[in-house]
């Protein structure tokens, strides 16, 4: 396989590189490729430096790899020389991983989570692909190409590490899920005539049917309820939900090509239609939050819950000219984007908490149209074809897939399908009864009230869509034989956010309170300040809620900036050398600072506890550096590298304060008869951070001919400088604030071999 990058012609919905892969058909000729290579444990040393074990890590808490593999092999050849070929790929691979600071839980039968640390918790991915290609010369200009491919994957313990969860919860291996990609296909065909030798008429069809389950892990059962420890904000018992997941995708292309000396023009569309089908249901229905140890607060949902969303058609059209006139060639594009979403009927029978339901299908959500210019230049700037100057403005929408408006314009999810209520457990009895709880968070838990509306002037029209204007400009010069370099800047600018806007709630509906945070040499100016500019809302508004999506212009402007400066350098020389890399520094500024519901602002003006004084981020420029080199040794080997050098990760503090320490200053206990409340930063964010990321890689490899055959030995060394960069921690406030959960992979060997014949 080859592939072709390109970037902001009027083909792409999306901003960015275009990667136009060109897959192996097959020849006259059998030919096939057999690769596998292997690492474990025993291959893995430890890289536990004295700073890291000062912060709280031990051996027991470093991420350390089992094992790791990958195994594929390829063939391809005639099936009727010079009319029919295949070409066919099966891969299997896969890694296991012991996840820092995770163990399994001694007391699963209880309700207090006791780590065992004699079962270590370990991320397990398996992955299968199986998949062949047919290439049919039908005629001397017409040719056809059927691709199947099957796959089969396994994220078996997915949010154990919180890399993987996405969401950097700290997960018991109970409250994981056991996740299985199965069945996902991707049937493809397409058919290109060259109707002349300036000609060229081409089309394509392709699907995916993309099936995921969430399972419950070996001992929770359909009555084990999830649980939230609030002080560090780790989750154990069980998985907070479970269900499956179908999203199926179908794509048909057309383009017409006609290229003369000076011109190539090419017009085209492309469509889409998606379907989406999505179970997510807790365990009873409820989710327990505790606070060291003991229960605070209950979430209970609205089950069981099935949702359907559709996307047809997201439909492009498109017209590009390249004009080249001497040493100037001018790219000029126009793309036509039209998008409809929409929810079809659906049946959804009785839960614990609700009645059976129906709800009638809703169309358009959205309904979108629009039109994006794509320019681009590039000049010989001294006519030597050594110096080209080139500069690019164009527009692109934002995606959109069936998860997004229309799922959250569908009536299952505009139902209120969760609310909170305030737990005292005084009996210690760990089972939650009316007299021991507090109100709803929200008075219209489970009713069909549509509970989040959107706008028309979200949902339809002409520009109403998310879009961004992406401009570039780039100078490339080839310094002298085999050496050049490029320097280039980026801009890229969002527009059309959307906040939503509780018509029930103003800003007079708030209470005012300051928090008196701890003195700890690790915040900024060592603590003890006041934080001031978090609210809670009114009990009487408590529970209300009426909540509109609108344009952001009703409010003000959000602003989301990219700026960004590369300076890279590619070399060719001597022996087959090569040298290459580096340097790119941006940042992505923003300002989120509509007051809407909440006087402290910040985004859709529904997160009280956060002040508005950190709404606007700008992150300090920080750049990043890689640098790679190839260099041949003697016996057919040959030595290769790759060094980066990345900005290490921010670091923010969320903090759970107690009623007793807000109500001297609220004046009143908080509302709902909560007994904590969570500070989202108690400092302005992108202001700290990490220590760099730091990392060499190497590969070492020996090429031995055997016959026709050509056989490669591999040996690679991730890690060599064995770096401890800190990748990850934890986030909450209190003792284990700032404990790194996960580190820089500790130096490893992995071995491997390659055949081709």
């Not at 089950?303 to 559709?310: A, L, N």
């Amino acid at each position: 396989m080859s592939l072709e990058l390109g970037a902001g012609t009027a083909e792409a919905m999306l901003g960015g590189v275009l990667i136009n892969f060109i897959p192996k058909d097959g020849g006259n000729r059998y030919e096939g490729f057999l690769s596998g290579s292997f690492a474990n444990g025993s291959m893995q040393g430890s890289n536990l430096s004295d700073e890291v074990r000062a912060r709280g890590l031990t051996e027991l808490s470093v991420n350390r790899v089992h094992d790791i593999w990958d195994y594929n092999g390829t063939l391809g050849g005639p099936i009727v020389k010079d009319s029919l070929w295949f070409f066919t790929a099966h891969r299997r691979w896969g890694n296991s991983t012991q996840v820092a600071g995770i163990f399994h839980n001694a007391t699963q039968d209880g309700w207090v989570f006791t780590p065992d640390h004699d079962r270590p918790g370990y991320s397990d991915f398996l992955q299968r692909s199986e998949s062949i290609r047919l290439t049919w010369q039908a005629s001397t200009r017409n040719k056809i190409r059927l691709f199947f491919d099957y796959q089969n994957h396994c994220d078996c313990h997915r949010g154990l590490d919180t890399g993987s969860a996405g969401n950097g919860t700290p997960t018991a291996p109970e409250a994981a899920h056991y996740r299985k990609y199965f069945p996902n296909n991707v049937p493809q065909a397409s058919w290109s005539f060259p109707a002349t030798n300036r000609l060229l008429v081409e089309a394509g069809a392709s699907a995916r049917i993309f099936i995921w389950t969430n399972m419950p892990e070996p001992g929770v059962t359909e009555n084990t309820i999830s649980i939230t420890e609030s002080s560090n904000n780790f989750l154990y018992h069980a998985a907070p939900n479970y269900g499956e997941h179908l999203s199926t995708q179908a794509n048909q292309r057309f383009a017409v090509s006609y290229i003369t000396g000076s011109h190539a023009f090419k017009t085209g569309l492309f469509m889409l239609q998606e379907w989406r089908r999505q179970t997510d249901d807790p365990n009873l229905g409820v989710t327990y939050q505790f606070r060291n140890g003991r229960p605070t607060q209950l979430t209970q949902y609205v089950v069981p819950t099935k949702e359907w969303d559709r996307i047809s058609p997201d439909l492009g059209l498109y017209a590009q000219d390249q004009w080249t006139m001497k040493r100037l060639t001018l790219n000029l594009g126009l793309r036509f984007d039209y998008l409809r979403g929409y929810v079809p009927a659906q049946h959804l029978p009785a839960g614990p908490f609700v009645p059976a339901r129906d709800y009638a299908a809703i169309d358009c959500v959205p309904c979108w149209k629009d039109l994006s210019p794509r320019l681009s230049a590039a000049y010989d700037l001294f006519g030597s074809g050594k110096t080209a100057v080139k500069v690019s403005v164009a527009r692109f929408v934002g995606q959109q897939s069936a998860t997004g408006i229309p799922s959250l314009n569908n009536p299952v999810q505009t139902t209120v399908k969760s609310a909170t209520r305030s737990w005292n457990d005084p009996n210690n009895d760990f089972i939650p009864q009316e007299g021991e709880l507090g109100p709803l968070s929200n008075s219209n838990f489970g009713r069909n009230t549509v509970a989040t509306r959107y706008s028309p002037d979200v949902l339809l029209g002409f520009g109403n869509r998310d879009y961004n204007w992406q401009t570039g400009v780039s100078v490339q010069h080839e310094l002298f034989a085999g050496v050049a370099t490029t320097l280039s800047y980026f801009h890229t600018a969002w527009y059309n956010f959307r906040v939503t806007d509780n018509l029930l709630i103003t800003p007079a509906d708030h209470d005012p309170y300051c928090l008196t945070l701890p003195v700890d040499s690790r915040l900024p100016d060592g603590g003890g300040n006041q934080l001031c500019g978090l609210y809670n809302i009114t009990p009487t508004k408590f529970s209300s809620s009426s909540n509109l999506v609108v344009p952001d212009s009703n409010f003000g402007r959000q602003t989301e900036k990219y700026n960004g400066v590369d300076l890279t350098v590619s070399a060719r020389l001597r022996r087959g050398a090569t040298l290459g890399g580096g340097l790119s520094s941006g940042r992505t500024a923003t300002a989120n600072c509509s007051v809407i519901d909440s006087p402290s602002g910040v985004g859709s003006g529904t997160n009280p506890n956060q002040p508005l004084a950190f709404c606007a981020v700008t992150p300090p420029f920080q750049p990043r550096v890689k640098l790679n080199g190839v260099y041949p040794l003697p016996w057919d080997m040959q030595i290769s590298g790759l060094f980066q050098s990345n900005p290490g990760i921010p670091i923010t503090a969320s903090y759970v304060a107690t009623n007793a320490q807000v109500q001297p200053s609220l004046g009143r206990a908080l509302s709902g008869g909560a007994s904590t409340v969570t500070i989202t930063n108690i400092f302005q964010p992108q202001t700290m951070f990490e220590h760099r990321i730091n990392q060499l890689d190497m590969r070492l490899t020996k090429n031995v001919k055997v016959g026709r055959a050509r056989v490669q030995g591999q040996l690679d060394v991730y890690n060599v400088l064995n770096a401890s960069a800190i990748l990850g921690i934890n986030t909450r406030y209190g003792p284990a604030w700032l404990t790194p959960t996960e580190i820089l992979g500790a130096r490893l060997v992995k071995v491997g071999v390659q055949l081709t014949f």
